[in-house]
């Protein structure tokens, strides 16, 4: 199968991941822009050359999209570009008038409210205003508030990016109208109970949309429901009485959220299933590893499923449980076919079950790649565990050479797990410590 695949942005979990997958499975060809064509931490994709590299395809199967890459040249560019709606509209016609007649999975994000004074992905002036933002957002929600120490100009700024981005979200549904799409999904992005991305999430479900909590991961999850076959998946949640608790930056059960994720990655949930998803989930509130908020680790004894069976690990955010870890590595990873703990709990999720439903493809087809099987295993557990988990608490600026030696004992211990001969390196692509890229070139 040929598919056609334009990413979020240029990082490593948005750009080699999905390739990296792919790899397990040798009739899945998957075609995306070159690297330097697309966005990053400061700069815009380059929107015509993406353009001109998709009329350049021949004989795709289907197409992924990250529409705000078109849009607005990026997730990031979305809530900071100054473009009119007349200027991105514009853009967007070029786009649809190529994607007329073919097969279609789209997403594109509701405009995230962070809860913190950072700016490194907003606006400038949200090192200032951040929270007092969201607490207008919150607040005008849930009472109907909207007094607040927020400058006019600010709030006026804040407001029109928003208003931007809802009426271009709009624009899409006429698209799905029209039969452009065969998907189309709206993500809701660092999401809370309140706020007025929630108030635009439910005025477009009034208006027909699919809305699903998640970001990163929903061109994974597409890419995943792009490919043919419906597998039938059995969640276990290791801590069965707490499954209905809410995830970090996320506004719908944690139960909720695998049910929504394995179907949207067109599966389904069955008793009688083709693969066992585990979930180590979390008690009374999920932990933060980066943010140092405790919650209990696993604590039971881990023994080996004897069904083939992935791993969503999500009782911490941004990292593996240690604990979990360890009694998974104790107890054999024969049956195991996948493992993730990236981020947050959706975005583990979509990104384990893109894995699962690739290798299930290619063992049943024969197609299976061993070797690209053993470097996505390498780079989540390098990624999720050994770095996010441990290491990257361990320095204090993106320091490569100091990363190298101190993911060495990962390293050794599990090559010997999965063999691979290539050398491993690491970046910081975006020069900050959130994302490690592990390179196998």
């Given at each position: 199968?040929?598919?056609?695949?334009?990413?979020?942005?240029?990082?490593?979990?948005?750009?080699?991941?999905?390739?990296?997958?792919?790899?397990?499975?040798?009739?899945?060809?998957?075609?995306?822009?070159?690297?330097?064509?697309?966005?990053?931490?400061?700069?815009?994709?380059?929107?015509?050359?993406?353009?001109?590299?998709?009329?350049?395809?021949?004989?795709?199967?289907?197409?992924?999209i990250s529409l705000d890459t078109i849009a607005y040249g990026g997730l990031i560019p979305s809530r900071r570009s100054s473009d009119?709606?007349?200027?991105?509209?514009?853009?967007?016609?070029?786009?649809k008038t190529f994607l007329s007649g073919k097969k279609v999975y789209a997403f594109s994000s509701i405009m995230r409210i962070s809860n913190n004074n950072i700016n490194q992905e907003e606006k400038s002036y949200w090192d200032r205003?951040?929270?007092?933002?969201f607490q207008y957002s919150w607040n005008r929600h849930k009472e109907n508030n909207c007094v607040t120490e927020v400058p006019d100009e600010i709030l006026e700024d804040y407001l029109a990016t928003r208003s931007r981005n809802f009426e271009i979200n709009k624009v899409y549904l006429d698209w799905q109208k029209d039969g452009i799409f065969d998907t189309l999904i709206f993500s809701k992005d660092d999401c809370a109970e309140f706020g007025l991305n929630v108030l635009e999430a439910n005025e477009l479900k009034s208006l027909g949309a699919t809305v699903k909590?998640?970001?990163?991961?929903?061109?994974?999850?597409?890419?995943?429901?792009?490919?043919?076959?419906?597998?039938?998946?059995h969640p276990v949640f290791l801590e069965e009485s707490q499954k209905n608790l809410i995830s970090n930056y996320e506004d719908i059960p944690l139960a909720e959220c695998v049910r929504s994720q394995i179907e949207l990655a067109g599966m389904q949930v069955a008793q009688n299933a083709d693969c066992e998803l585990y979930v180590n989930n979390f008690i009374e509130r999920q932990g933060e590893i980066v943010m140092k908020v405790y919650t209990e680790p696993f604590s039971e004894h881990w023994a080996e499923p004897q069904l083939p069976c992935v791993?969503?690990?999500?009782?911490?955010?941004?990292?593996?449980d240690n604990a979990f870890v360890g009694s998974l590595?104790?107890?054999?990873?024969?049956?195991?076919?996948?493992y993730s703990a990236w981020n947050t709990s959706a975005n583990t999720l979509g990104s384990l079950l893109l894995a699962l439903k690739i290798t299930l493809n290619a063992q049943k087809n024969g197609t299976f790649n061993k070797d690209a099987f053993n470097r996505l295993m390498l780079t989540r557990f390098l990624d999720d565990w050994a770095y996010q988990a441990n290491v990257r608490q361990s320095l204090a600026v993106p320091d490569v050479t100091l990363l190298q030696e101190r993911m060495r004992p990962f390293e050794n211990f599990l090559l010997k797990l999965f063999p691979c001969n290539n050398c491993i390196r690491y970046k910081f692509p975006w020069d900050r410590l959130f994302e490690v890229e592990i390179d196998f070139n």
């Amino acid at each position: 199968m040929r598919i056609g695949f334009i990413p979020i942005d240029n990082r490593p979990v948005c750009y080699t991941l999905p390739a990296l997958t792919a790899e397990i499975d040798s009739s899945v060809e998957l075609f995306m822009p070159p690297r330097e064509l697309l966005g990053d931490l400061k700069k815009c994709a380059d929107v015509d050359g993406i353009m001109a590299w998709l009329r350049g395809l021949d004989n795709i199967d289907a197409f992924v999209i990250s529409l705000d890459t078109i849009a607005y040249g990026g997730l990031i560019p979305s809530r900071r570009s100054s473009d009119s709606f007349e200027q991105i509209l514009k853009r967007l016609e070029n786009l649809k008038t190529f994607l007329s007649g073919k097969k279609v999975y789209a997403f594109s994000s509701i405009m995230r409210i962070s809860n913190n004074n950072i700016n490194q992905e907003e606006k400038s002036y949200w090192d200032r205003w951040g929270k007092k933002i969201f607490q207008y957002s919150w607040n005008r929600h849930k009472e109907n508030n909207c007094v607040t120490e927020v400058p006019d100009e600010i709030l006026e700024d804040y407001l029109a990016t928003r208003s931007r981005n809802f009426e271009i979200n709009k624009v899409y549904l006429d698209w799905q109208k029209d039969g452009i799409f065969d998907t189309l999904i709206f993500s809701k992005d660092d999401c809370a109970e309140f706020g007025l991305n929630v108030l635009e999430a439910n005025e477009l479900k009034s208006l027909g949309a699919t809305v699903k909590t998640g970001a990163d991961e929903i061109p994974l999850t597409l890419l995943a429901r792009a490919l043919e076959a419906n597998y039938k998946i059995h969640p276990v949640f290791l801590e069965e009485s707490q499954k209905n608790l809410i995830s970090n930056y996320e506004d719908i059960p944690l139960a909720e959220c695998v049910r929504s994720q394995i179907e949207l990655a067109g599966m389904q949930v069955a008793q009688n299933a083709d693969c066992e998803l585990y979930v180590n989930n979390f008690i009374e509130r999920q932990g933060e590893i980066v943010m140092k908020v405790y919650t209990e680790p696993f604590s039971e004894h881990w023994a080996e499923p004897q069904l083939p069976c992935v791993v969503a690990d999500v009782r911490f955010a941004n990292g593996s449980d240690n604990a979990f870890v360890g009694s998974l590595f104790e107890a054999g990873i024969e049956n195991l076919l996948g493992y993730s703990a990236w981020n947050t709990s959706a975005n583990t999720l979509g990104s384990l079950l893109l894995a699962l439903k690739i290798t299930l493809n290619a063992q049943k087809n024969g197609t299976f790649n061993k070797d690209a099987f053993n470097r996505l295993m390498l780079t989540r557990f390098l990624d999720d565990w050994a770095y996010q988990a441990n290491v990257r608490q361990s320095l204090a600026v993106p320091d490569v050479t100091l990363l190298q030696e101190r993911m060495r004992p990962f390293e050794n211990f599990l090559l010997k797990l999965f063999p691979c001969n290539n050398c491993i390196r690491y970046k910081f692509p975006w020069d900050r410590l959130f994302e490690v890229e592990i390179d196998f070139n």
